[in-house]
């Protein structure tokens, strides 16, 4: 997985999944650093990710104004289109493998960046097999990134301190006005995250900061609605205001998410698609405690409020996008950018490591059980401290008439 | 309405209906004009508005950390607590209104100050009138607050230019993200107002900053769900993404609210307690369209987004809550603080004047129908033109581990 030999070729990079307020930055600092590196001779950016590469539709990064690729870093959501593609495996089907290989001799690639969750890392690894098995020389790197936080191996992925922050300032805002009037009210905030509860964990730093959730609920433990009900019979006993914050991946004993009979449609990888859960339990609420309830869901806003993006983040989203490139131009292949973590003493220290690919793909980080506290409705102070340092700083906001100013790329078509 | 007699006494300032980003901002400009004013003996905060007055639950402002009072400007929603109270009239039931003045009497109370909106100032207007009938020496101002935009003879509201901003920043965040994949999607963003569509049609200045709503539906006219099934398949049929913003408001013809056969519950002024019109309108496109749908509902995140204020609606906001003290201290009574601006050629300047209550309670502003195109599906150019500089400048933040520091008021009980 490491060759001393310099590799000579264009690169293409590219964006996948559900895109978050800083995958852009991670595509600067990979772009950035593929236009500064020597051996690579042309820098494409895939439309809507792999598909733009099945398509023949590659963006001719070098032709970019250098000033509009930098505001890729206050621009949200993934500038180079993204996708939900599931690719097959070689063995079963070889078209797709077969389709990206004429590309790739097409336009002489041989590097390949894949910015994604835990899926993109699977086709990441899935394409690099296939290059070295019919023997061409292409190195692939991931770079990881999902709101969710839930990749395998790194201490944190790129998106999720953003959407962290987002996420508990917005708590901090609506237990301000959810407690505006002295008359009783229940109030529900939804929050993402299908398997791993590290964004509605997030939720919490707004109760450290004095105005948050006093119940938090993930899906990494069984929900009961009892259990819930004795739950918030327990605070409205002693106040008449509750706020609850939950993820929309809760699910009872028998693994049926509580949101999942509003729902039905799946997307692309099969999974359910969720949502509708804030208003369900504002409904079971309304019945059980016959007052005012509102159920709030943070929807899209969460993973794409770049406004509000942690400069920490950012200056992560950006450097594991360059340090893939480095890595690759150094001869490395076959793995995934990943974070090294300290947190000693309230000092926060960050720096790279590579991780094989074979080794993340696909499996999914949780938050660990002993963080969530025994009640199971709220986390521990160990949360808190993992999670604090991933939201500091404010980036500098770049704005015409205060309104965000995102770049414009020319997007001129490679042929 | 004037004297100029100096009037020696204390004063309440209280803050009712619907919080904002900058009702607190308000409140400190009076509360500090008060603190300040020789004449005034005592400043009082009422606990949660007019019933804070009925209950005998004044704080006491003048004990409070002058830093701490400062931090008002930082935090959003009413900090002193607020009520949905109609008043009732006094000529059929003076209960409330006796109680009011023995309050007044009890703590020597000769300045009144109410920031709120429509509501409120209808009950500043029928306490001022009381007091007078009954011969009690009180100055009595209104201080305008909504994010509803809907005061008449004020150029806009204190409240409004943050809430627009912050509905113009999610519209093109979310533009952003809606617009990621190739694959066809509708979606459906949800803005408060009842009866006037200023703040729907706020998010057409993130379309014209480039990343909006593709149509925008203000209740200012009868909607058409044929009508908008066409408006959405001509831009169908050309892209294979639509964005969509309406206002909650939205009614057909016979005035019956589009979302109206979801809900059944009221609020305290018997208005009809809308949403959930997001995914209800989301349902039927995906019905009618057969493709993948989202409904976002930007709920309470729209009036209490203080990280995303407008430093403009915060300086005219403390301005309005300073100007309303300055001038019962001068002598006035009976009036309403208002804004009179000018726009021209790029600049915009302000200034406060007084409205008579009598001639602002009880009524709404909508919005010009001149200012809302001829398919009533969105806002002309004068529309973006009154609207965008109320949005202006980024207020310094004040952050504790990068997330809000909001003020802590002792809240100490009047005796």
Not at 4 to 22: E, F, H, K, M, N
Not at 169 to 179: G, I
Not at 189 to 205: F, K, Q, V, Y
Not at 267 to 285: M, S, W, Y
Request: with cysteine; hydrophobic share 40%.
């Amino acid at each position: 997985m490491a060759s001393d030999q310099v590799l000579r070729g264009a690169c293409i990079i590219g964006q996948s999944g559900g895109p978050t307020a800083v995958i852009n930055a991670s595509a600067y600092g990979a772009i950035r650093a593929a236009l500064d590196a020597a051996c690579i001779t042309k820098t494409y950016g895939a439309a809507h990710g792999i598909k733009g590469v099945l398509d023949d539709k590659l963006y001719v990064m070098d032709a970019e104004d250098p000033k509009e690729l930098a505001l890729l870093r206050n621009t949200p959501s993934s500038e180079l289109g993204s996708c939900r593609y599931k690719m097959k495996d070689p063995d079963a089907d070889e078209t797709d493998y077969k389709r990206i290989l004429e590309i790739f001799r097409k336009y002489d690639v041989r590097y390949f960046f894949y910015n994604g969750g835990n899926d993109s890392m699977d086709t990441c690894n899935k394409i690099s097999k296939y290059c070295q098995k019919v023997g061409y020389d292409c190195r692939v790197m991931g770079i990881p990134k999902t709101i969710d936080n839930d990749l395998f191996g790194t201490d944190h992925c790129p998106g999720y301190g953003s959407a962290a922050k987002y996420i508990a300032t917005s708590c901090m805002e609506v237990s301000k006005d959810a407690t505006v009037y002295d008359t009783p009210q229940i109030t529900v905030i939804e929050i993402m995250g299908r398997h791993a509860g590290w964004l509605a964990g997030a939720a919490a730093l707004a109760t450290a900061a004095g105005a948050g959730p006093d119940l938090v609920y993930l899906p990494e433990t069984d929900f009961s609605m009892d259990r819930f009900f004795d739950d918030v019979a327990k605070i409205w006993s002693s106040k008449n205001k509750v706020l609850i914050a939950v993820s929309e991946g809760i699910h009872y004993a028998d693994g049926t998410f509580v949101s999942e009979a509003k729902t039905s449609a799946t997307d692309g990888f099969g999974h359910a698609q969720l949502g509708g859960l804030a208003v369900r339990l504002a409904e079971e609420l309304k019945n059980r405690f016959n007052t005012k309830v509102r159920g709030i869901e943070l929807s899209l806003l969460q993973r794409c409020g770049a406004h509000l993006a942690s400069a920490t983040d950012l200056a992560e989203a950006e450097l594991a996008g360059r340090a893939a490139v480095e890595a690759a131009v150094a001869g490395k292949t076959d793995f995934m950018v990943a974070f090294r973590c300290e947190r000693s003493g309230g000092r926060y220290s960050c720096q790279t490591e590579l991780l094989p690919l074979s080794e993340v793909a696909n499996y999914e980080k949780k938050v660990p059980m002993d963080w969530i506290n025994p009640a199971h409705n709220g986390v521990t102070q160990d949360f808190i401290d993992y999670a604090l340092p991933l939201i500091q700083g404010e980036p500098e906001r770049i704005v015409e008439n205060s309104l965000p100013r995102y770049a414009k790329l020319k997007k001129e078509l490679a042929k």
